[in-house]
C-alpha cells in the first residue's frame, strides 16, 4: 500500500521541481528547484483556474446539499413507495460519471439536444442554443451534472443521519406545542450539523478534484471556462507535455486538498468523541 501511494507521489513532488518534456524524453530532466512554482504564482492564468476552481466547488457542493438535505427529509416521511424512491435515488451515484456526462452531454446539445427540443416546443425558446459553446451556460451545465451524480451520496447521508435523530425528542416538542418548523429549526438541524459537516467536507474533495463530467462533457473549454485545476493539471501533461508545470500543478492540488482532507479527519475525530 505505501509503495502504491507513495511512488507516484514522491515520482510527483519530484518532477515538480524538474524540467522535463514528453516530447524529449532523451534530453532528460534538469533540476529548476522552485522555478515551477513561481511561475504559477505570477501567472493569473492559475490564479484565475484556481477561483473557477473555488467557484465550481462551492457552488456544486452548495447545491448538493440543499437538494439531498430537502430529498431526505421527503423521504423520512412514510408514504407509499417510499422504499422505491430511496432505490431509484442511488441510480445517478451508481451510473459511472463517464457515461451519465455522455448522456448529459447529448441532452445540451444544441442541435439535437432534448434540453433544446422541449423548450422549443413549450416556447420558451425560439431557436437552438448552444449550451456547451457558451462559457457560462457550459459551466453551468457541467455544475448540473456534477450535482445530478452527488445529490444521492448526500441525500442518503442525510437521511441517516435523520433517522438517528429519536423520535422521544420530537414527541416531547409537541406536547410543547412546537411545530414542523420550529422542530426542523431547533431539533433537527443542531443533531444533524456534524453530518452534514462530514458529509459537505468530503463533497468538497471530491468535486474539487472532479475530472470526469468536466472532461467528458466539455474538455475544459469554450475558451477555458471549464477548465479546472485538475483539467488544467491534465492539459500540462497531455497536450503541453510539460511534466514539471503539472506536477506543480498537481502538488498545489495535493496541498489544498490535504487541507480539506485533515479538516475532515478532525470533524470525525470530534464526532467521535462526542459520541
Known sequence: MIAIIGFPLLTTLKSSVFKESLINPMAGSTLIGFTNFITLAIDPGFWSTLLRT???????VLGKSLIGLLIAVLLNKEFRGNAVYRVLLLVP???PQVIGAI?????????????????????ILSDHYSWLGNTTSAF???????MWRGVPFM???????????????????SVDGAGSWHKFRFITMPLLIPVLLA?????????????????????????NATEILVVKTYREAFSNYDVGMSSAYATVTLIILMAFSILYWRILRRGGEQA
Not at 54 to 60: K, M, N, P, R
Not at 140 to 146: E, G, I, N, R, S
Not at 163 to 172: E, G, L
Open 54 to 60: 473555488t467557484v465550481w466547488t462551492l457552488g456544486s
Open 93 to 95: 451515484w451508481a451510473t
Open 103 to 123: 448522456v448529459w452531454k447529448w441532452i445540451f446539445n444544441g442541435q439535437y439536444g432534448m434540453l433544446n427540443y422541449y423548450l422549443m416546443k413549450l416556447g
Open 140 to 146: 453551468l451545465a457541467a455544475m448540473v451534472v456534477d
Open 155 to 173: 441525500a442518503i447521508v442525510f437521511l441517516a443521519g435523520l433517522q438517528s435523530i429519536p423520535n422521544d425528542i420530537y414527541q416531547a416538542a
Open 199 to 223: 458529509a459537505t467536507t468530503l463533497s468538497i474533495i471530491w468535486t474539487f478534484n472532479s475530472f470526469n463530467i468536466i472532461w467528458t462533457m466539455t474538455g475544459g473549454g469554450p475558451l
